[in-house]
């Protein structure tokens, strides 16, 4: 189950002087078949078949395939003999795949007080379970940027992660062959790791508990002041050891009052014992792939099981994607890159905020105040482009050695200590929450601010070589999508419910349409020696080329917050007035926002 995150979680430049025959942005331009009834197959149908990815992944797009190229590139780097760093020496421990630790997880295992621990003392068990492995079972402890004072950082306080995906976990009766194949993962790993002490009944009590869990209903934020929340107190004393966070100086918190109420109603309900083997079991299975080729061999088989994969990620890989986040610091010192791209890029994203601001003020169903509070809000965005500034910070001062278990326990507790010791930052520098080599683009909400990793300035979202037509269309609807993410909160509900009915999720389609048409626009200003018709083409195909993927048919990789790739693109090229022209289609209904 290493994937379950990443399917949740989920799921972009100017003039060129080449001349266009060198381009390969053109192809098939002229091999369309049905344009207007099915463009999106019409792309992908030769990608596909071109573009197998490897068996293990059960999802291959052109996002996971240049995240693959990626990792390829980094994996030739910790090998060099040249390269020297920690992260080569955690390396090379992680890839020994007949390396055995099971002992020293069984010690580590009774340190946390083992299974059916006697004498439990639930919150410290969790908070000495975070701050060792950052982790969070059954409550959830994050540090962000304090939503009613920009300028710190606070304590935000969650019902905690799942092991196994809250898909399955809240439709128990819909998904028992699922259940089942998580009840049979549990029990084999709980008795490769612990013995024959663990019986059925056991193992019933923590997917039972799992399933209460999820069923606990959201709720809203709410700050509140720490004398009020006797019952944390201890909790955070604990959490807090061993960091440099005065425990005295907490004041306030951000809470979730009601869904916290019924989190501590269900422990108080729940025998201390079941509580207690659950968290017991939340770190077992965090730690269970760093451990022994045994304990990877039962995780494959739930992944096979679950996501139709019929190969285990290859063991290089899974090592290079550990070091990538653990040592992005020294690797980006040492990746081959052309920093022009990012001057190149910056200059692509202020031209489309530009843009996106030209569109608003031209807005003609705005009032006046919310026209320049929309405007007032993009022209205020900044980018965070490639990698953050690179200092001594960036690069994880720990030691390793040849033990590759210990070496995992202490990059997790740097990353938790690290995580808590915000607090005492200010909020001047944003705290990268992903490695910088993700193949993705993000919007901050908190710091009203777009990360554009340098995973995502690689082909076929950006190149420098080809035209601007065809790099607007990949990245810059990506940038464009999480510009108007900027403007969730002045939704209108009258301008959006067109867009529910076409797809549901009604702030990504959006947010879709809006990528799309303001890069097109910005496209159009943008100098280039080919055909205006070469252009419109080049620019739709690659938006479309960019979506396209191959993925297992499953409940589980349906359930975000994003429509299926074919519908997402069917149905944003159809509210496209642009796309219908080219290709002279006739739509029934097409939705608009802000203009």
Same mark, same amino acid.
């Given at each position: 189950?290493? *994937?379950?995150?990443?399917?949740?979680?989920?799921?972009?430049?100017?003039?060129?002087?080449?001349?266009?025959?060198?381009?390969?942005?053109?192809?098939?331009?002229?091999?369309?078949? *049905?344009?207007?009834?099915?463009?999106?197959?019409?792309?992908?149908?030769?990608?596909?078949?071109?573009?197998?990815?490897?068996?293990?992944?059960?999802?291959?797009?052109?996002?996971?395939?240049?995240?693959?190229?990626? #990792? #390829?590139?980094?994996?030739?780097?910790?090998?060099?003999?040249?390269?020297?760093?920690?992260?080569?020496?955690?390396?090379?421990?992680?890839?020994?795949?007949?390396?055995?630790?099971?002992?020293?997880? *069984?010690v580590f295992a009774r340190k946390l007080g083992g299974w059916n621990d006697p004498h439990p003392e639930v919150f410290f068990k969790i908070a000495e379970t975070t701050r060792l492995l950052g982790i969070h079972p059954i409550i959830k402890l994050t540090v962000d940027v304090?939503?009613?004072?920009?300028? *710190?950082?606070?304590?935000?306080?969650?019902?905690?992660?799942?092991?196994?995906?809250?898909?399955?976990?809240?439709?128990?009766?819909?998904?028992?062959?699922?259940?089942?194949?998580?009840?049979?993962?549990?029990?084999?790993?709980?008795?490769?790791?612990?013995?024959?002490?663990?019986?059925e009944r056991e193992i019933q009590e923590i997917v039972d508990f799992e399933i209460v869990l999820a069923d606990i209903r959201d709720d809203q934020m709410k700050m509140i002041n720490l004398k009020h929340l006797v019952y944390m107190k201890e909790f955070l004393r604990y959490l807090l050891e061993g960091t440099a966070v005065d425990y005295n100086k907490l004041q306030d918190i951000v809470v979730k009052p009601k869904r916290l109420e019924e989190l501590l109603i269900l422990l108080n309900n729940t025998e201390v014992r079941v509580v207690s083997n659950y968290i017991m079991w939340c770190a077992i299975k965090d730690l269970s792939r760093d451990v022994d080729p045994q304990l990877r061999k039962f995780s494959f088989e739930v992944d096979k099981a679950i996501l139709g994969i019929d190969e285990d990620l290859d063991r290089k890989h899974e090592c290079t994607q550990h070091a990538l986040k653990n040592f992005g610091g020294d690797l980006i010192r040492t990746y081959r890159f052309d920093e022009d791209i990012i001057s190149g890029v910056s200059q692509m994203a202020n031209n489309l905020k530009l843009e996106f601001v030209r569109q608003l003020l031209d807005n003609n169903w705005m009032s006046f105040e919310l026209r320049a509070e929309a405007v007032r809000k993009i022209l205020s965005v900044r980018f965070e482009i490639g990698y953050p500034k690179l200092s001594n910070k960036n690069v994880k001062r720990v030691a390793m050695g040849d033990n590759?278990?210990?070496?995992?326990?202490?990059?997790?507790?740097?990353?938790?200590?690290?995580?808590?010791?915000?607090?005492?930052?200010?909020?001047?520098r944003i705290n990268w929450p992903i490695s910088v080599f993700d193949v993705n683009a993000y919007y901050s909400l908190l710091h009203n601010a777009i990360i554009l990793p340098l995973g995502i300035l690689h082909q076929p979202f950006y190149d420098p070589l080809r035209p601007a037509s065809a790099n607007y269309a990949a990245l810059g609807s990506l940038i464009g999508h999480e510009l108007s993410h900027a403007l969730d909160s002045l939704l209108d509900d009258l301008k959006v419910a067109c867009f529910q009915t076409q797809l549901g999720a009604v702030a990504e389609n959006v947010a879709d349409h809006v990528g799309l048409t303001i890069s097109y626009n910005t496209m159009l200003q943008a100098t280039e020696r080919i055909p205006f018709m070469d252009r419109r083409k080049i620019f739709f195909r690659n938006y479309a080329k960019m979506w396209c993927e191959v993925a297992e048919q499953n409940d589980l990789l349906l359930a975000e917050d994003h429509a299926p790739v074919n519908i997402r693109v069917l149905k944003t090229l159809a509210n496209s007035q642009a796309f219908n022209a080219l290709y002279k289609c006739e739509t029934k209904e097409q939705c608009i926002i802000w203009n």
């Open positions: 189950m290493k *994937r379950f995150e990443f399917l949740f979680l989920a799921l972009i430049h100017g003039a060129s002087s080449l001349p266009f025959f060198l381009y390969h942005a053109n192809e098939g331009l002229s091999d369309l078949r *049905r344009p207007c009834d099915d463009y999106y197959r019409d792309v992908c149908d030769k990608w596909e078949l071109k573009n197998k990815g490897p068996k293990s992944e059960p999802v291959w797009s052109q996002f996971v395939a240049t995240a693959y190229e990626i #990792n #390829n590139k980094i994996q030739s780097i910790l090998i060099d003999d040249d390269f020297n760093s920690e992260g080569k020496i955690f390396y090379a421990g992680c890839v020994d795949d007949e390396a055995n630790y099971i002992q020293q997880f *069984r304090d939503y009613s004072n920009h300028t *710190r950082h606070i304590l935000y306080v969650d019902s905690g992660d799942f092991v196994f995906p809250e898909l399955f976990l809240a439709n128990p009766k819909k998904y028992t062959k699922e259940l089942q194949v998580y009840r049979k993962w549990i029990a084999r790993t709980l008795h490769h790791v612990l013995g024959d002490e663990i019986n590759h278990f210990i070496n995992v326990l202490k990059l997790k507790n740097l990353e938790a200590k690290s995580s808590l010791e915000q607090l005492n930052h200010d909020t001047k």
